[in-house]
């Protein structure tokens, strides 16, 4: 049988990113339905779980002097506050992913992409973009987890952040009701990546 230059690859490491209320989280549930060999990097935070959110899976939910020891051991790879809460992506989610040979999936705000970038600048960077900007306004309005100044202060750095759309590799637009499309262009935006010929392997700096 012949081979797959795609399972052959390194392993790559995949950092999804867009403004609060784009879709991020709803494109991850359906990426992990494709049965694709990635791991699914898990973010930790301060914040309060959500109803129906699962320690481990949604996010690995700690109380804020267990976050702030393990920072001061660099034990993640970035982190920061965000809207009153700390979030960090645990360096040993990324590195255990990549040893394990499996392409690492990375969900971070658009801060912690630019750390990220740093570290590891030949990953692959995928921004989602709504299909305007009215739509993002109504899918945070649909949360309805966030207080009317909470919500003014989501929209603007949410307008901040789309204008830094044109430092990542791809943009990914997840319109209203075609969510479908935008998890199809992001399995396409990966599996292009691995074709590409002399790619170095991952590591973080």
Same mark, same amino acid.
């Given at each position: 049988?012949?081979?797959?230059?795609? %399972?052959?690859?390194?392993?790559?490491?995949?950092?999804?990113?867009g403004?609060?209320?784009? /879709? $991020? @989280?709803a494109? *991850?549930n359906e990426l992990?339905?494709?049965?694709?060999?990635?791991?699914?990097?898990?973010t930790?935070?301060?914040?309060?779980?959500?109803?129906?959110?699962t320690d481990?899976t949604?996010?690995?939910?700690?109380?804020?002097p267990?976050?702030?020891?393990m920072?001061?051991?660099?034990e993640?790879?970035?982190?920061a506050?965000?809207?009153? %809460?700390?979030?960090g992506?645990?360096?040993s989610?990324?590195?255990?992913?990549l040893?394990? /040979? $499996? @392409?690492?999936? *990375?969900?971070?705000d658009v801060?912690?992409?630019?750390?990220?970038?740093?570290m590891?600048?030949?990953?692959?960077?995928i921004?989602?973009?709504?299909?305007?900007?009215?739509?993002?306004q109504?899918?945070?309005?649909?949360?309805?987890?966030?207080?009317?100044?909470q919500m003014e202060?989501?929209l603007?750095?949410?307008?901040?952040?789309?204008?830094q759309?044109?430092l990542?590799d791809?943009?990914?637009v997840?319109?209203d009701?075609?969510?479908?499309?935008a998890v199809?262009?992001?399995?396409?935006?990966?599996?292009?990546?691995?074709q590409k010929s002399?790619?170095?392997?991952?590591?973080?700096?």
């Amino acid at each position: 049988m012949p081979s797959n230059p795609e %399972n052959n690859s390194p392993p790559l490491l995949v950092v999804l990113s867009g403004p609060s209320g784009v /879709g $991020k @989280d709803a494109a *991850l549930n359906e990426l992990r339905k494709l049965d694709r060999p990635w791991h699914f990097v898990v973010t930790a935070t301060t914040r309060t779980i959500r109803s129906g959110e699962t320690d481990g899976t949604d996010y690995i939910f700690l109380d804020k002097p267990t976050f702030l020891k393990m920072r001061d051991k660099n034990e993640f790879v970035e982190c920061a506050e965000v809207y009153g %809460n700390w979030y960090g992506v645990p360096r040993s989610q990324v590195t255990g992913g990549l040893k394990a /040979g $499996k @392409d690492v999936i *990375l969900k971070i705000d658009v801060q912690g992409a630019a750390t990220v970038r740093k570290m590891a600048p030949n990953a692959l960077f995928i921004f989602m973009i709504p299909g305007s900007f009215q739509d993002l306004q109504n899918r945070l309005s649909h949360r309805m987890t966030e207080s009317t100044t909470q919500m003014e202060l989501r929209l603007k750095t949410a307008s901040d952040e789309l204008e830094q759309a044109n430092l990542f590799d791809c943009l990914i637009v997840n319109a209203d009701d075609k969510l479908g499309q935008a998890v199809a262009d992001i399995d396409a935006a990966i599996t292009a990546e691995k074709q590409k010929s002399g790619r170095a392997p991952m590591r973080l700096l």
